[in-house]
């Protein structure tokens, strides 16, 4: 516990626009991945300020050393003038820093009052209650707390956690996406009690990648990409459009691309009217997603985090089976029924973000990662279910030359290979058996940049030979790279596809952050 | 406040001797404990793991007891290894034990299935069907299988002893909670003259061996060992995960049944209340030391048998308790989880922090 020594005396004789809170060059480096790259930041007392990025931008990891929760490689933190050393979390409250999670952390057995209760000094129950409806009541943030959380609707529950926070009177509420899960009548509750909020005094960080939400209730806008700060702007006085540009960057503008008027192949996938519910209370429900793909051409399906892109691949692959067979037809089969065999044996392929655990067994050997996805070929098993050691070591062999994939040894675990080498020899597994299209999420993430271009190489190889690609990504410079058209999925709904010749990263960025409003309308 | 953090990189090394360590640290803390009760620690410890060795009646007794052990641990170790916890082996041997009787009871001597295989496959069957339970209530209605598996033991140890004390009684059995002898052809033979090895030594050593194949070779082990490890991973394969559990727990329920048919065959040759369905509970020691991997129970189970035989013998010599042999199971499987978790993660003292 390294608790600040100095006075406080020294603190409360300041002017009142003096910094609340200051960030000067904090560097975080994880390894040689720079997660924050001097990032300075300024916080005045009763200031909503947004900190703006898209995902990976580094918000997270900034704001989690705020709360004490990580530390600094580099650089300095400063209240009220003072220099800042947080141990952790509790001395962060202690502070007056608080902080509501994106997903909160609150138990379902209990009731919303002992969920408040939990995060506070020991207090008698019922005048705990009382606080809890008087808070409620000033913020104009209505919870029953006697109810059981498990019954309480997720904008409910993150007003459990907005009370829990307020309980503790704190001077800076930081706020993680807090309208990811909420409908637009429950974000709008939440903004009026952050003015009140902040009339009284108390500075918002809020976090955030919609441009709206931020223009409509901050006063200034610090944003990062890729751990910098590319701009410190008023959002008010700023068009949404300059803001998206320096939240995805121009440069990648330049990126050379494929000109789009290749000719193009039969329909290879269709998806009409695509609609499944949410897989529990943090799920995204997909609606009535509709486009087709045919060979030849790569489709890239751009968004950020948590807008319903692992639901759409679990849909896509078979984990989760659609409502009708009709909604997916691959090469014309209707398949929306069949389970990812199934849909293997029709021709498709499928990569899924994560690699270990999900695409493959972290600690089984590279050759057993083949029976997952290619044990219906020939050759693969004897009669018995018996799996061919000779199949499997020659497959293995085959794609580790072809596809450059390092590691020690002839058959290594998974998880003992680096990122990109592991990634290159799961691609490799669904590119080899030359599928008919090929469904891959974040090809590139937590890649290195060689085999990153090594398998947006292959997969555009794999197109120009016919195949389908869809392609998920999180990261603009890789639809950008790849895709010859580009949809945005956002809250479950997938755009329209338009041709990436005529598609910016602005509009890209307002289409994700707005909603569905056309790109030509942004324009 | 202590907390446990993941290792980055688990020692393969440590992994494999874990069960050695436990089973020093075993003995350490049984020396310890011996001392407590005021024998001298290095006699006891004799008694309790070499006297077991002592003579060839001794050593066979060894294979006798492993036999049940092994069966079940071989089975447990599959099931384990999917992630399905099969805790209720006990129940599923009383029924095997129960299915056997039943077959041995009353299928009349000149009947043509009036031979050794009948009863023993009955009693797989019976415990199959105990198995079957558990597997519907978690495919169907997600029930937690441990609760279930693990109360339906009990269930069947009441309705043995219904069975002996009530409809199946000797009449002529001056009062004894206990059937009539099992006939003369529901006997398995034995292996060695003058001990009590049976043939069933290798069908435990068959059913290890076969699961080995199974679990290293087929895609049915694939599949098993992919569901456990990586349910996501499962999922994205196309293998169907109430398949798997239905497959393992109706595969340790049968061999549990196979194990109680056996039993009740050769040791007893009665069904009567207490017919060793504690063995069901140590067969999770025996699937644990043997890592999960059926040939690996099987080297568990002689352990566990070795134990057992000696914690009888110091019942004799040392005028022990009883209840020692469980506590000194207890430890080992104490001592083995704790080494699991240690070499899978890092203990850090961290300062308490107040809310």
Known sequence: MTADPSPPSFSSAVSARRPLFEARGIVKRYGSFTANDHVDLTILPGERHALLGENGAGKSTFVKMIYGALQPTEGEFFWEGEPLRLSGPAEARRLGIGMAFQHFSVFEGLSALENVALALPPEPLAALDRRVREVSGDYGLPVDPSKPVHALSVGERQRVELLRCLLQNPRLLILDEPTSVLTPQEAETLFRALEKLSAEGCAILYISHRLEEVRALCSRATILRRGKVTAEVDPRATTARALAEAMVGAEILDVKRPSGDQPRGEEILQVERLSLPADGPFGVALKEISFSLRGGEILGVAGVAGEGQNEFMDALTGERRAPEAGMIRIAGVPAGRLDPTGRRRLGAAFAPEERNGHGAVGDAPLSEALFLTRRHEAGAMGAGGWLSRFWAAGETRRIRERFDVRAAGDDPPARSLSGGNLQKFLMGREIVRAPKLLIAAQPGWGVDAGAAAAIQSALRALADQGAAVLVVSQDLDEIFALADRIAVISRGRLSEAYPAVGMTPERVGLLMGAGHSSPEAAA | ?355
């Not at chain 2, 098993?224 to 990586?230: D, H, Q, S």
């Open chain 2, 1 to 355: 406040m202590i907390r446990l953090e993941p290792r980055a990189a688990p020692s393969k090394l440590m992994a494999m001797l874990s069960p050695l360590i436990a089973i020093l640290l075993t003995l350490i803390a049984g020396a310890l404990l011996f001392a407590l009760l005021g024998q001298d620690p290095v006699e006891a410890l004799r008694v309790y793991f070499l006297s077991p060795f002592d003579d060839a009646y001794m050593r066979a007794e060894v294979l006798v007891k492993a036999i049940p052990l092994a069966l079940m641990g071989a089975g447990l170790a599959v099931c384990f290894r999917a992630n399905v916890w099969n805790i209720g082996a006990a129940g599923q041997f009383t029924l095997g034990a129960i299915g056997a009787g039943a077959a041995a009871l009353f299928i009349p001597a000149e009947s043509p299935f009036a031979m050794l295989a009948v009863p023993l496959i009955a009693g797989a069957l019976c415990g199959m069907a105990w198995a079957a339970i558990p597997a519907a209530l978690r495919t169907r209605l997600s029930v937690n299988e441990i609760l279930v598996s693990l109360m339906l033991t009990y269930v069947a140890a009441l309705l043995l002893d219904w069975l002996v004390r009530g409809p199946w009684r000797n009449p002529r059995g001056f009062g004894f909670p206990q059937t009539n002898a099992f006939p003369e052809w529901a006997h398995v033979p034995l292996l060695v003259e003058g001990t009590r090895l049976h043939v069933g030594a290798f069908l435990a050593v068959a059913a290890a061996a076969g699961l080995w194949l199974m679990m290293s070779r087929t895609l049915r082990g694939l599949r098993l060992r992919v569901t456990g490890a990586a349910p996501r991973a499962a999922r994205f394969a196309g293998f169907s995960a109430a398949g798997d559990v239905w497959f393992v727990l109706l595969l340790s329920g049968g061999l549990a049944g196979l194990a109680g048919a056996l039993e009740a065959t050769s040791i007893v040759g009665r069904l009567q209340p207490e017919i060793g369905a504690q063995a069901g509970f140590t067969a999770i020691i025996v699937a644990f030391l043997g890592r999960l991997n059926p040939l690996g129970a099987l080297l568990g189970a002689l352990v566990l048998a070795v134990s057992a035989i000696g914690g009888e013998n110091a019942q004799i010599l040392l005028r022990l308790p009883k209840n020692v042999a469980g506590v000194f199971q207890g430890m080992l499987l104490f001592f083995l989880l704790a080494c699991d978790s240690l070499i899978a993660y890092r203990p850090r003292l961290v300062a308490r922090r107040r809310a």
